[in-house]
Nanobody, 123 residues
């Protein structure tokens, strides 16, 4: 599975961005798709995830209520709508896919990774 993340950019605090993760080669059916981010000098951290079967979603406490993860199976895409962005949301955002398992918030649980897209939030 090859993943392509897009939609990053520069936005002022309080603004919004929508990230997209597209899969080539197959759909997301049966997989779990997650978004992670890594700020400069920091470790990569979990942001949000969606389980394709059933549509369960999971969020980090830091983004719950501001970010929404959603999937469009017909297009093999997963979006991350980010509202009320804060400077601390500045990071490279990665999408990832897990073929199996139930742990959704650790990067070791994911099998495939996209190349990342940079989000910069100015104060």
């Amino acid at each position: 599975v090859q993943l392509q993340a897009s939609g990053g950019g520069l936005v002022q605090a309080g603004g919004s961005l929508r990230l997209s993760c597209a899969a080539s080669g197959r759909t997301f059916s049966g997989f779990r798709v997650g978004w992670f981010r890594q700020a400069p000098g920091e470790e990569r951290e979990f942001v949000a995830a969606i389980r394709w079967s059933g549509g369960s979603t999971y969020y980090a406490d830091s983004v719950r209520g501001r970010f929404t993860i959603s999937g469009l199976n017909a297009k093999s895409m997963v979006d991350l709508q980010m509202n009320n962005l804060k400077p601390e949301d500045t990071a490279v955002y990665y999408c990832a896919v897990a073929r199996s398992g139930s742990i959704y918030d650790t990067d070791a649980s994911y099998d495939y990774w996209g190349q990342g897209t940079l989000v910069t939030v100015s104060s």
